[in-house]
């Protein structure tokens, strides 16, 4: 069975980057055709769908936060990491890594598997 686990701090200071982790087990971030991403839900909103790493190591962003993400991994810990620069109040909201054959999905339905999520708070 696959899953998904978040790690990284959870309280972030302005300005300062964001870094979380996704740990899967249970299957290889490198099965074809499927997307890891990451997503996150703000207080009160819905789903925004953030940025994805493709099996083959090919990244796509969120345009709204393209100057700011970046999306890496390391295929021998089967691991894909979030950098998100620049942090600002508004960008607190739990955060949750999911892997789908969906690119860009805005519904959980659109996502095989996802972490339980973790909350960032973006405060001085």
């Known amino acids: 069975q ?3 686990q978040e790690s990284g701090p959870g309280l972030v200071k302005p300005s300062q980057t964001l870094s979380l982790t996704c740990t899967v087990s249970g299957g290889s ?7 890891s991403s990451w997503i996150r839900q703000p207080p009160g909103k819905g789903l925004e769908w953030l940025g994805a790493i493709t099996y083959s190591g090919s990244t796509y962003y969120s345009p709204s936060l393209k100057s700011r993400t970046s999306i890496s991994r390391d295929t021998y810990k089967n691991q894909y990491t979030l950098q998100l ?7 607190t909201a739990v955060y949750y890594c999911a892997r789908g054959r969906r690119l ?4 959980w339905t659109d ?3 996802r972490g339980q999520g973790t909350q960032v708070t973006v405060s001085s």
């Open 85 to 91: 620069n620049s942090v600002t109040p508004e960008d």
């Open 29 to 35: 971030i490198t099965t074809n055709y499927y997307y």
């Open 104 to 107: 860009q999905g805005n519904r």
């Open 111 to 113: 996502y095989d598997y």
């Open 2 to 4: 696959v899953q998904l």
